[in-house]
């Protein structure tokens, strides 16, 4: 189980410490793409409909305005977290596959029961994934899918999701998928298979703040 536990982790850890969005333009060669990998894009109108999913689900969460407020203010990254997941997702899936590991829907639903047992059943177990990981109810099962991907490829290679071996995998996945960000979601960084803020300190932000008041 300890191991389950830190397997769960790995979103939260590996999702770089963000600093505010910028008004830079997006990508001429791949215009309306947040992200392209492995040659997919992922859409601008993608990403802010998985944004939408959380807040919808973190809206239905509180009561009142007031307790929400609270809540986008301290989920201000949440577009740029989003989007790591969103590529993140895909390396570890190509991580896993160039590993020959697979995960099936027997073994999700092993996971999604224990992790249910030890929250408290399904309701809590939803409530603290939108917590702590910004995962709304319906994506919970792909994310735990994830999660599976992760600690079985960790398996494989004989090590753990903290170790060097593990993420040399990732970034191994990264190189292969050629992923490129929209510069105003910021960089990949392929070595750590993680979202990278711009460095333009020139450039004024303000960005954060319209993105958080039309969420």
Not at 33 to 58: P, T, W, Y
Not at 170 to 176: G, M, P, R, V, Y
Request: hydrophobic share 40%; with cysteine; proline share 3%.
């Amino acid at each position: 189980m300890h191991r389950r536990r830190r397997t769960a982790l790995l979103l939260s850890a590996a999702i770089a410490a963000a600093a505010p969005l910028l008004t830079a333009c997006g990508n001429d060669a791949h215009p309306g793409a947040a992200a392209v990998v492995g040659g997919q894009r992922i859409s601008v109108s993608q990403l802010e409909a998985r944004v939408d999913e959380v807040r919808a689900a973190q809206r239905a969460a509180v009561r009142g305005d007031a307790q929400y407020q609270q809540v986008i203010a301290r989920t201000g990254t949440l577009t740029r977290d989003t989007l790591h997941t969103m590529v993140l997702d895909r390396v570890l899936h190509q991580a896993a596959q160039d590993a020959g590991v697979s995960v099936t829907r027997r073994e999700i639903q092993r996971m999604r029961s224990g992790l249910e047992q030890q929250a408290g059943g399904a309701k809590a177990l939803q409530a603290a994934w939108l917590q702590r990981y910004g995962i709304p109810p319906q994506r919970l099962e792909e994310n735990l899918r994830l999660q599976l991907e992760a600690q079985k490829l960790a398996e494989k290679l004989g090590t753990d999701t903290s170790r060097p071996d593990f993420w040399k995998a990732l970034s191994k996945a990264s190189a292969k998928l050629d992923v490129e960000l929209n510069p105003r979601y910021g960089t990949w960084d392929v070595e750590k298979s993680s979202r990278a803020d711009a460095r333009t300190p020139w450039v004024k932000d303000v960005s954060a703040a319209q993105a958080e008041r039309t969420a």
